[in-house]
C-alpha cells in the first residue's frame, strides 16, 4: 500500500538500515548479420539493500550502481566508443541510485527517487545541448525520449523495463510452493526492445528447483510467445521464407533462502532468423 511507503528520504533510508549485498554484472549483447559480427560488453559493480513492506510481500530496493565500463568489438578488433555509446553511459548515471517498491511477484511498482533523478537529468540535458549541434537529429530523439520518461514518475517506472537487471535482481522467481500455484502453468516475461521496435515475450516456467542449506536454485526456461511478439521488426535479409525466426531464454537463478534475493542469476536471451541474423543477450550477475 502506498500509505506504507515511507514518505522522505530519512523514512527510506530507516527501512533500508543495514549492510548493503554487493554484485558484480557483466552483461553482454552479441549481433551477427549477414557475416559481420559485433558486441558489447558492460561491467559495473552494484550495492543492494532490501527490506520487506509491512504483510503485503511488498519490498523496498535501494540499488546503487558505479560507472559502468563499456567494451566493443567488431569480429577482432577493438573500436573507439562511439558518441552515442558516450551519450549512454552518460545517461547510465541517472540511474545511478534507483530506490523504489517492489511486489510480492517482483515487479517494480513505484521510483520513489523519482524527483532527483528527473533534476539530475536537467542538468545532463543541459550538457548534451552545451556540447553538441542543437540540431542534430540522433540528439533531438534521445532528449525527447528522456525528457518523457523523467517527466512523471509512470514514465520512470517504465523506463526500468528496458535494462533487463531490474528484473533480475528484484525476483519473482517461480519458486515452490508458488510454483504449484500461481506459476504452474508459466507466466508471462518481457525483454522490452530486445530489438528496435521489438518487445520479445516468453511464457516462463521453472524446470528445476533444488533446496540446499541457505540457498535455492532455480532452472528456468522460456518458451516464445509468438502471438505477443511482433516479429515485423525482425531483419529478413533474403533468407528464404521456410527461415522462421527462433527465440529463446533460459536462466539459472540461486536465491538466498532468508530474503529470496539473487546470490548468483545467470541469463541468456536470443532471436535468430535462420543464418542470416542472430541477436544474443547475457546477463551474468554474482554477488561479489
Known sequence: ????????ASAFGQALAGTPVAYTQRVCWEEYRNAT??????????SLRAAPLGRTGERLLALRAEAPQLYRQEGQRPLELEVTEDWALRLAALYAQVQGRVNAVGEWVEVLNHKAIAQAWVGLRAELLAENAPDEPLLTSLLTSVDQQVAAPGGMLRSLRYDYLYQALAGGWPVPPLLAEAWSVG?????????PGLDLWFTE???????????????????????RTDLTALPSGEEPAAALPRADYAATVTLDAATSL???????????????????YTLNLERA
Open 262 to 280: 539473487p546470490i548468483r542469476v545467470e541469463v541468456c536471451v536470443s532471436v535468430r532468423r535462420g543464418d542470416f541474423y542472430n541477436r544474443e
Open 187 to 195: 507466466r508471462p516475461r518481457c525483454f522490452a526492445a530486445f530489438l
Open 205 to 227: 516456467q521453472t524446470q528445476g528447483a533444488v533446496a540446499e542449506v541457505g540457498q535455492q536454485k532455480l532452472v528456468v526456461r522460456g518458451t516464445f510467445d509468438a502471438g
Open 1 to 8: 500500500m502506498l500509505a506504507s511507503t515511507p514518505s522522505s
Open 37 to 46: 559480427s559485433q558486441t558489447t560488453t558492460l561491467t559495473r559493480s552494484l
